[in-house]
């Protein structure tokens, strides 16, 4: 993974010396001061915090499957457009196959009840 350049990291020693300066950019006293319900606003006005309930519907329970690593020849364009739709390709394109064979498995299991 690629070292992000915004990322500073100090010392114990280091913040605690920047907490103790005027470098903290922080109004503890104002902090102190807020009520509750000037707490919940302020956080609620946030746009950064997700105020919604996180969507669980396709979420999977436990590891993932073990992968396999092969060669496979694919047409062009299929890879083309997979990766026009950016970083992920590769799952996106596994979850299309998975959702095939899944389809397939459903149907032969009707039609083995029948």
């Known amino acids: 993974m690629a070292k992000n350049s915004t990322i500073k990291r100090y010392s114990a020693k280091k913040l605690e010396a920047k907490r103790a300066s005027s470098q903290n950019r922080t109004d503890w006293d104002k902090v102190n001061r807020m009520t509750e319900t000037q ?6 006005a946030d746009p950064d915090d997700v ?6 519907t396709q979420a999977i329970a436990g590891l993932p499957p073990r992968k396999d690593h092969i060669n ?18 590769q799952t996106r394109m596994n979850n299309v196959l998975r959702a095939y064979f899944r389809a397939r498995r459903r149907a032969e299991h009707e039609r083995k009840k029948i």
């Open 39 to 44: 707490l919940e606003a302020s956080i609620a």
């Open 51 to 56: 105020h919604e309930e996180p969507d669980w």
């Open 72 to 89: 496979i020849r694919v047409d062009h364009d299929v890879v083309e457009w997979f990766r026009a739709t950016g970083k992920g390709y």
